[in-house]
């Protein structure tokens, strides 16, 4: 099974940062990776799929990128909003899984 | 709008099986393109991916629960069952279906229900 490791587990930020979350895979996953957002006591929320694509009503200060095994989220620039724990998953194979997630505070 | 919904005992004792319905409204995921998964979250602690189950029928499962999950579906594709059997308080978890878009990963999620284990 593929083993997704994320980091930072924690990362502190301010409003207007810009900050990045990385995801590496243990073996080649393509570019089936998928980011999302969860904030507390709910469920979590697609942001990125595909590794680079934008889900439909997410704003532009997220991007995501990869290069060969290792992906990474950005957000431009911080907004009081964005304070949450943000999760990687890979879809690549029938066993999902993923990333122990960053958990973004102010 | 899809909607997805947990339900189920919000209580198991050790030992016994956790069973639990999601049941999907306003959409389908009756289309070779649309799956349904489970997923847990511990209290505090990251998500777990438990399982799909295809269009086909087919499904898997995470291998450290393979030996104790069942995900099955009705002939309709609109009630999605889990059955995880001989629990111990480390199935303690808010436990999620969600909808998986071929290669998109997962739109649409339930709000999860809690299942506390335990005597």
């Known amino acids: 099974d593929i083993q997704m490791t994320q980091s930072p587990s924690t990362l502190s930020a301010s409003v207007g940062d810009r900050v990045t979350i990385t995801c590496r895979a243990s073996?080649?996953?393509?570019?089936?990776l998928a980011w999302y957002q969860q904030k507390a006591g709910k469920a979590p929320k697609l942001l990125i799929y595909?590794?680079?694509s934008l889900q439909s009503g997410v704003p532009s200060r997220f991007s995501g990128s990869e290069s060969g095994t290792e992906f990474t989220l950005t957000i431009s620039s911080l907004q009081p909003d964005d304070f949450a724990t943000y999760y990687c998953?890979?879809?690549?194979?029938?066993?999902?899984?993923f990333g122990q997630g960053t958990k973004l505070e102010l | 709008q899809l909607q997805l919904q947990e339900s189920g005992p919000g209580l198991v004792k050790p030992s016994e099986t956790l069973s639990l319905t999601c049941t999907v409204s306003?959409?389908?995921?009756?289309?070779?393109?649309?799956?349904l998964v489970w997923i847990r979250q511990p209290p505090g602690k990251g998500l777990e991916w438990i399982g799909i189950i295809y269009y086909s029928g087919n499904t898997y499962y995470n291998p450290s629960l393979k030996s104790r999950v069942t995900i099955s579906a009705d002939t309709s594709k609109t009630q999605f069952s889990l059955k995880l059997s001989s629990v111990t308080a480390a199935d303690t978890a808010v436990y999620h279906c969600?909808?998986?878009?071929?290669?998109?990963?997962?739109?649409?999620w339930g709000q999860g229900t809690l299942v506390t284990v335990s005597s």
């Open positions: 969600a909808r998986h878009t071929y290669g998109e990963g997962y739109h649409y």
């Open positions: 073996q080649s996953i393509s570019s089936w």
């Open positions: 306003g959409g389908s995921i009756d289309s070779s393109s649309y799956y």
């Open positions: 595909r590794a680079s």
């Open positions: 998953q890979q879809y690549s194979d029938y066993s999902h899984s």
